[in-house]
T-cell receptor, first 117, second 115 residues
Framework: EAGVAQSPRYKIIEKRQSVAFWCNPI?????LYWYQQILGQGPKLLIQ????????DSQLPKDRFSAERLKGVDSTLKIQPAKLEDSAVYLC???????????????FGEGSWLTVV | AQKITQTQPGMFVQEKEAVTLDCTYD???????LFWYKQPSSGEMIFLIY??????QNATEGRYSLNFQKARKSANLVISASQLGDSAMYFC????????????FGDGTTLTVKP
C-alpha cells in the first residue's frame, strides 16, 4: 500500500516569497491533515480536512497560509508571503475516519522541509 | 482544551535495558485515543502504539507497551530491551472523539540508546 506522498522534500526561499507544498494521502483516507513542526517541538495542527471540507483550521495563520483539497483527494498548502519563522517541516498526514472512534491511526508523509532566509 | 505534556526533554538508556517515557494529558472528553510516534533523524513519523480510553487492558506491540493510568491521566511508553535503532524523538499524541477529532501532540522526548 502506498503511503502519504509529499513534495517537494526540501525548499529554500527568501522571505516574502511564496511556496506551495503538495500532498497525496493514502487511498481511501478521507481525513487529511497539515502539521507544522518547528525544530525541537511537536507537530502543530494547521488544518484538518474531512473529504474536501475543512473541519479545523483554528491554528492556521490565515493572513499568509492557505490550503485546499479540491475533489477530496490531494491537497496543497501555500504560504505567501513567507516569514523567517515559517522555517519548519510541513507534515501531511491522513487517516481513515471511523465515526465516533478516536482510534484511527494517523499516517504521516516524509515531510517538506522549508527554510526561509 | 486538550493538552499533552512530556516532561523529559532527553533520556538515556543502556542497550538491552528497558526505558519509560512519560506522558500526561488533559481532556474533558470521555472518549479519546492516545498514540505514540517515533521520529528518527530522517524526519518521518512512525506510528508505534495506540490506547483507547475505554480499553481495559494496556496496549502492547512487540517491545512497546503503554502503561495507561486513566485516573492519573498518564500514558507512559515502555520500551523493553532497548536497541541502538531506538535512538530517536518520541511523541505522545491524543485525539478526542468530539472537537472534530482534533489531534494534539506533546513536544517530545529525545531517547539516546548507549552501547
Amino acid at each position: 500500500e502506498a503511503g502519504v506522498a509529499q513534495s517537494p522534500r526540501y525548499k529554500i526561499i527568501e522571505k516574502r516569497q511564496s511556496v506551495a507544498f503538495w500532498c497525496n494521502p493514502i487511498s481511501g483516507h478521507a481525513t487529511l491533515y497539515w502539521y507544522q513542526q518547528i525544530l525541537g517541538q511537536g507537530p502543530k495542527l494547521l488544518i484538518q480536512f474531512q473529504n474536501n471540507g475543512v473541519v479545523d483550521d483554528s491554528q492556521l495563520p490565515k493572513d499568509r497560509f492557505s490550503a485546499e483539497r479540491l475533489k477530496g483527494v490531494d491537497s496543497t498548502l501555500k504560504i505567501q508571503p513567507a516569514k523567517l519563522e515559517d522555517s519548519a517541516v510541513y507534515l501531511c498526514a491522513s487517516s481513515f475516519p471511523r465515526q465516533g472512534r478516536p482510534g484511527n491511526t494517523i499516517y504521516f508523509g516524509e515531510g517538506s522541509w522549508l527554510t526561509v532566509v | 482544551a486538550q493538552k499533552i505534556t512530556q516532561t523529559q526533554p532527553g533520556m538515556f538508556v543502556q542497550e538491552k535495558e528497558a526505558v519509560t517515557l512519560d506522558c500526561t494529558y488533559d481532556t474533558s472528553d470521555q472518549s479519546y485515543g492516545l498514540f505514540w510516534y517515533k521520529q528518527p533523524s530522517s524526519g518521518e513519523m512512525i506510528f508505534l502504539i495506540y490506547q483507547g480510553s475505554y480499553d481495559e487492558q494496556n496496549a502492547t506491540e512487540g517491545r512497546y507497551s503503554l502503561n495507561f493510568q486513566k485516573a492519573r491521566k498518564s500514558a507512559n511508553l515502555v520500551i523493553s530491551a532497548s536497541q541502538l535503532g531506538d535512538s530517536a524523538m518520541y511523541f505522545c499524541a491524543m485525539r478526542e472523539v468530539t472537537n472534530a477529532g482534533k489531534s494534539t501532540f506533546g513536544d517530545g522526548t529525545t531517547l539516546t540508546v548507549k552501547p
